[in-house]
């Protein structure tokens, strides 16, 4: 059977990712990162729902705080508020953690090496694009040339599966696939129950409207 | 002031591109990894030393146990052996550590976008190629598209000065530019005093041989 790394956040992109790879016919091995960010125990408890939802061959939570001292984002520095939404602008947000996804990938190829998996998946996908550098297509297109000339295991490749799908998009298919949205989380301010407010929420709640479906977690 | 970041791990090769940073004239921020490696603790106490000898702005000491974690290297697994020299072998070493480069270059990556440096310097060199996939230059030109597409803060370049020179010609700068080799540190295996036959110390003695200098660390 197949291997990949998933990288799960517990948010619901996330989420639909891995129910992609599974459908795919891979033995997933979930790697779910903390960097410091606000939620962080919440999305670790939802990432690790998730991986047992997908039955996962193993789950490593890898802690590099070393993200929240560097700081440079409102997402691991208290001193800096987490914005309300603010969909239309081209600006990159303050919620960007500088070269966070690199970090991420980097882990994600040092155990895809050890274990010989073919692919590690992440969530990233176009609504994204305008806001953070580290989620365009441009970016996975360096990554894989970068794993092709730094790895001693060769075939190792990063799939985006959700790169071309808007958010409206991902809920569908995430409901074709029976993800399990109710284990996933996507606030950026709370733990307890979604904020409503901040970009994240606001993205999450439209997606599901306009798709037509209820979302799970908010009953 | 231009800004850079050095990587110092504490060996010569770091040494040495600090004080080609210095001699170009960049303000200087040490960057020091510890990734679970056997003589972790005496690299650390060597790489600040090289940082305070260069008046580097900041010391940064970032852990990253998660690669002792992932294993798959001698240079970070108890259970496997640092084996003796063999300079001629054309496989990939056991000491080899999956994606070991990526993963600290990403780190710099993340502090450089906050300090706003301009360079990130690195002392992978030419005699490593045969050996670590993450040393060859068709790696770093990767890494550099990487950053171009990956990053909010745009012209953060990694800049590897000893990339073409072997480790005689490294001793050879390091001496013409005063690099101070008696604060480094090569050996896997030992903390105390080099153990004079793993792949390191063996290189090490070579090139200073090769150069016609005596090495400092042994007096």
Redo the contacts between chains.
Sequence with gaps: MKKAICLVSGGMDSGVTAAVSKSLGYGIYVLHVSYGQRTEQKELRCAKRVAGFYNARDF?H???D??R????SALTDEDMEVPGADLDSDE?PVT????????LL??A???A??IGADAIFIGAHCEDFAGY??C?P??Y???N?????????KGIKVETPLMFMNKTEIVEKGIALGAPFELTWSCYKREDVPCGECDSCVRRASAFKDAGYEDPLLF
């Design positions: 490593k890898v802690g590099i070393y993200l001292d560097i700081g440079g990159i960007y953690v500088p070269f966070r996804n690199a970090n980097s882990i190829v040092s155990w090496e050890v550098p580290d365009r441009e970016f297109d360096a990554f040339r970068l794993i092709e000339t730094g790895t001693k295991e």
